[in-house]
């Protein structure tokens, strides 16, 4: 399964809300969809969920057309939006049994998937309750399940993980984890960066509308910090290195944080042991020395300007 | 064999589901059933206490000597029934609607395969089996009255198959209401006098109920009278009924959805039917009433047409586009019903126009009194008036277009509508400002001819000037018409089968 987003572009009046961004993600990955508010993540998801009609371009499930057969991309596409369930008087259970019946589910095969899912999400003593009654990690549980019971491909996740508890998040994350693992293509968009990190296979990151990064973490993280983050902790005369490093060619924005001295390196990884040897050599009883690795958030702070439409 | 695996597969419609079950739990539908319950029981309780003390305890000579306590518990019962049904049954639907719409649920609806007809159908549904069970829980009492005596039968069943029919309507009303793309306030606003209609339509019924009760319709059923007016009522509450329930499906279809197509088949297929009925009248009858009637009503909704056409827009979406068909015929007639502006706008038109020139055929007919009965009057006022209207919302709707088009493209189709609301208004306000500010206005001079106010067309003193009306308008419009013709011819290019471009493939996302 395979989804591309082709030149997507989508005007709201006067506002471009998405510019003309083309991206693609497959099955067995999670991709993160990472930007500010009024970014233009939503906009994009409910473009692939056919719930907005596109002013121009096009994306593409399996080479289908959203925009030629919806129903097609309804049928392998499960849509979590941001917004929570709010029916009155629907026990979580029926509300499940209504999403299977409108899907088409009928007979043994639509309690078989209906039960699969409150397994699956982990709801199956909270079936009675009323949706209205449940917290905030319940809730986003029983509209993940939702937007399982049609089993999709493609899963489209709108900040699932907004307003969660830290446990709830990471058992969102780790049903996201098992989902990618049921060879399910996954898009979410979050603002808890660091954690797209421990999942995410790849990103995408966008500000007014247009794609500034697209490509795996890793690549991402190399192409956004050239240089080499490098932290140093010594015994004693933290200032004298400090000074010592300002000194230093190639090193550029060291700082002390918390007795410890970060700062970037410039060329090969040789320079770092020369530095290290060189640190030695005048005498600085050097703890610890290692490579700081720049995380999603770091990405995201570098190349967005935080900018809205 | 096939017919019975289709039957054994069938599924109750999955909204009808979700709707009962929400019903069962919501303390308004059982408080309001338990209320119910309690008012019919205690109700007859204290007429049956009531007129046995009156009796001396004897049922028999009640109701003035009449025998007819079974019929005055009867007269009672109808209107709480017809409050219930007329009322608190559309309410409770329309309230449900609207707060899944403005919760952004229906958006979920939407990415189910359930289509916008299925959900419509759902809460119709539901709100008939709401009314069918406070039905059965009068049904007891009912049949009770009929052990007393003085009401028949086929009276009770006629009455509670008027309300019943009345309850329909009403709640496929309330459902085009909770539909409208509106704010909550703007809805409550709009629901405040559909309300207050309502409870007219329970005092009309209640009305209509106690005349069949007194006067019994069972001598009645076998004459043309009754049948030819329940008929006529049955009819035009169906048409309206099959308006609200398409208009209800197209405002929640998807936007890139041929959403108007199936209003406009509507509206033409009941102006046929309509007009087909209203001239079978006229020819079996000599009754020219019912061809006004259509007329009137075919103008009102030409006028709303015309409003709602300009407002659409030219975009169409690539849904639509691909269901234009390629042969030349078909597409010009897909022109006329399919998405858009220019469709929209040569539609109403075309509709209004052959609407009255049919009337100024059938007037010059009746000119020839060796035809049609000396008593047929076509009056000439109402016909120049009528057109002269049509003629004004046509050029006020040509001159939103050209306005919006030509001076705020950036801003979004409504504006048009706006537009071609706002020259009336101004036309009509500026002129007589002025009148006020130079301390001459007075109700006279908002009788006398003002050529361009479409208003001045029902307020003229003399209707002499109608004449003069009827040519102004139809200049304006065909200026205004020459002046759009460019865009018009654009639209009619551009209305053909969507080609799929070749886009590239963007590169897929390396992956760890």
């Given at each position: 399964?395979?989804?591309q ?7 709201f ?6 510019d ?6 497959d ?37 289908v ?6 129903e ?18 629907v ?5 499940l ?15 078989d998937?209906v ?5 699956f999400?982990?709801?199956t003593?909270?079936?009675d309750?009323?949706?209205k ?12 399940g ?5 089993n999709?491909?493609?899963l489209?996740?709108?900040?699932p993980?907004?307003?969660?508890d ?13 989902l990618?693992q ?13 954690e ?19 490509g795996?973490?890793?690549d991402?993280l190399?192409?956004?910090t ?5 932290c ?21 924005g060291?700082?002390?944080?918390n ?6 390196l ?19 009883k050097?703890?610890e020395f ?11 702070m570098n190349v ?6 | 064999?096939?017919a019975?695996?289709?039957l054994r597969?069938?599924e109750l419609?999955?909204?009808?589901v979700k709707?009962?079950?929400q ?6 539908v ?6 119910f ?7 007859m ?6 007129y046995s ?8 000579g ?11 518990i ?6 709480i029934?017809?409050?219930m ?11 449900r ?5 403005s ?9 189910t395969t ?12 539901c709100?008939i ?9 009068c049904m007891?009492f009912?049949v ?12 009770i069943f ?7 029919l009345?309850?329909v309507?009403?709640i496929?009303a ?9 704010t909550r306030?703007f809805?409550?606003l ?18 209509m ?8 319709v069972?001598?009645r059923?076998?004459?043309?009278s ?6 006529t009522?049955?009819l035009?509450?169906?048409l309206?009924?099959?308006?609200l329930?398409v208009?209800?499906i197209a405002?929640i279809?998807?936007?890139?959805s ?21 001239l079978?009248?006229?020819i ?6 019912p ?5 009137a009503i075919?103008m ?5 047409m015309?409003?709602l056409?300009?407002?659409e827009g030219?975009?169409?979406?690539v849904?639509?586009?691909r269901a234009?068909?390629?042969h030349p015929a ?9 998405n858009g502006?220019?469709?929209g ?9 052959v609407?009255?020139?049919?009337m100024?055929?059938l007037?010059?007919?009746f ?10 009057v ?5 016909l120049?008036?009528?057109t ?6 046509l ?13 705020f ?12 609301m706002l020259?009336?208004a101004?036309?009509?306000?500026l002129p ?10 007075t ?7 003002q ?11 003399d209707t002499?000037?109608?004449s003069?009306?009827?040519a ?6 065909l ?11 654009k ?7 969507y ?7 963007p ?6």
């Amino acid at each position: 399964m395979k989804v591309q987003v082709q030149a997507l572009h989508k005007r709201f009046a006067r506002t471009v809300a998405v510019d003309t961004i083309s991206f693609s993600f497959d099955s067995g990955h999670v991709f993160g969809f990472v930007g500010p508010n009024g970014a233009g993540k939503t906009t994009t998801m409910r473009v692939i969920a056919t719930l907005e009609e596109p002013t121009s371009g096009d994306v593409l499930i399996n080479g289908v057309s959203v925009r030629e057969e919806p129903e097609y991309a309804r049928r392998t596409v499960g849509y979590v939006p941001d917004s929570l369930p709010a029916h009155a008087d629907v026990t979580v259970h029926e509300y499940l049994d209504f999403f299977a019946r409108a899907y088409g589910l009928r007979g043994s095969a639509r309690g078989d998937a209906v039960r699969a899912v409150e397994e699956f999400t982990g709801v199956t003593t909270i079936l009675d309750k009323q949706i209205k009654a449940l917290s905030k990690g319940m809730k986003q549980r029983v509209t993940l399940g939702r937007a399982l019971i049609p089993n999709p491909d493609v899963l489209i996740l709108d900040e699932p993980a907004a307003g969660l508890d830290p446990r709830a998040r990471v058992e969102l994350r780790e049903l996201l984890i098992l989902l990618a693992q049921q060879k399910k293509a996954i898009l979410i968009s979050s603002h808890i960066l660091t954690e797209l990190t421990e999942i995410c296979n790849g990103v995408v990151i966008i500000e007014r509308g247009k794609i500034l990064e697209t490509g795996t973490i890793d690549d991402v993280l190399k192409k956004s910090t050239p240089h080499r983050a490098l932290c140093v902790r010594v015994l004693d005369r933290q200032h004298d290195l400090l000074k010592e490093l300002l000194q230093t060619p190639n090193v550029v924005g060291a700082r002390e944080v918390n007795g410890e001295v970060y700062f970037e390196l410039e060329g090969e990884e040789a320079r770092s042991s020369e530095l290290l040897g060189g640190l030695v050599a005048k005498g600085f009883k050097v703890a610890e020395f290692r490579q700081t690795k720049a995380n999603l958030e770091d990405i995201f702070m570098n190349v967005t300007k935080g900018g809205v439409q | 064999m096939a017919a019975l695996a289709r039957l054994r597969a069938w599924e109750l419609n999955p909204v009808v589901v979700k709707e009962l079950r929400q019903a069962v739990r919501s303390w308004a539908v059982t408080g309001m059933l338990l209320l119910f319950l309690a008012v019919l029981f205690f109700t007859m309780l204290g007429m049956l206490v009531g007129y046995s003390v009156m009796a001396g305890g004897s049922l028999a000579g009640v109701s003035g000597g009449r025998q007819a306590l079974g019929r005055d518990i009867v007269q009672v019962f109808l209107p709480i029934l017809t409050f219930m049904s007329l009322l608190f049954i559309p309410l409770y639907v329309a309230v449900r609607l609207a707060a899944e719409r403005s919760e952004h649920n229906v958006d979920l609806l939407y990415i189910t395969t359930l289509s916008p007809a299925r959900i419509i159908r759902g809460k119709l549904m539901c709100g008939i089996y709401l009314t069918v069970l406070f039905f059965s829980v009068c049904m007891p009492f009912l049949v009770f009255t009929n052990l007393l005596r003085g009401v028949d039968l086929p009276t009770i069943f006629i009455a509670l198959s008027a309300v019943f029919l009345a309850d329909v309507l009403a709640i496929q009303a309330a459902i085009f209401l909770a539909c409208l793309p509106a704010t909550r306030g703007f809805k409550i606003l709009i629901a405040l006098p559909v309300i207050g209609f309502g409870i007219s339509c329970v005092v009309g019924l209640t009305g209509m109920s106690f005349f069949m009760l007194q006067s019994g319709v069972g001598s009645r059923l076998g004459s043309w009278s009754f049948w030819g007016d329940a008929l006529t009522a049955v009819l035009l509450g169906g048409l309206t009924f099959g308006l609200l329930h398409v208009a209800s499906i197209a405002m929640i279809s998807p936007a890139s959805s041929n959403r108007t197509m199936p209003v406009r088949v509507y509206i033409t297929a009941s102006w046929f039917i309509g007009g087909a009925t209203a001239l079978g009248w006229f020819i079996v009858k000599g009754w020219i009433d019912p061809i006004e009637a259509w007329m009137a009503i075919t103008m009102v909704f030409v006028v709303l047409m015309l409003l709602l056409g300009v407002s659409e827009g030219d975009e169409r979406s690539v849904r639509v586009a691909r269901a234009i068909p390629t042969h030349p015929a078909r597409r010009w007639i897909a022109f006329f019903f399919y998405n858009g502006s220019a469709g929209g706008l040569a539609w109403a038109t075309l509709l209004g126009a052959v609407t009255l020139g049919f009337m100024w055929l059938l007037s010059e007919w009746f000119n020839d009194r060796s035809i049609t009965p000396a008593t047929v009057v076509m009056p000439l006022d109402f016909l120049q008036s009528s057109t002269a209207v049509f003629a004004y919302t046509l050029a006020y709707c040509l001159a939103g277009l050209f306005l919006h088009r030509r001076f705020f493209p950036q801003r979004g189709p409504m504006m048009a509508g706006l537009l071609a609301m706002l020259v009336p208004a101004l036309w009509a306000v500026l002129p007589n400002l002025a009148l006020f500010f130079m301390n001459k206005l007075t109700w006279d001079t908002l009788q006398q001819r003002q050529l361009g106010s479409v208003f001045n067309v029902f307020a003229l003193k003399d209707t002499a000037h109608l004449s003069h009306h009827l040519a102004f308008s139809l200049c304006f419009a065909l200026l205004m018409a020459a002046v759009n013709v460019p865009w018009f011819l654009k639209q009619v290019r551009a209305f053909k089968t969507y080609v799929r471009p070749e886009n590239p493939a963007p590169p897929p996302l390396p992956v760890k």
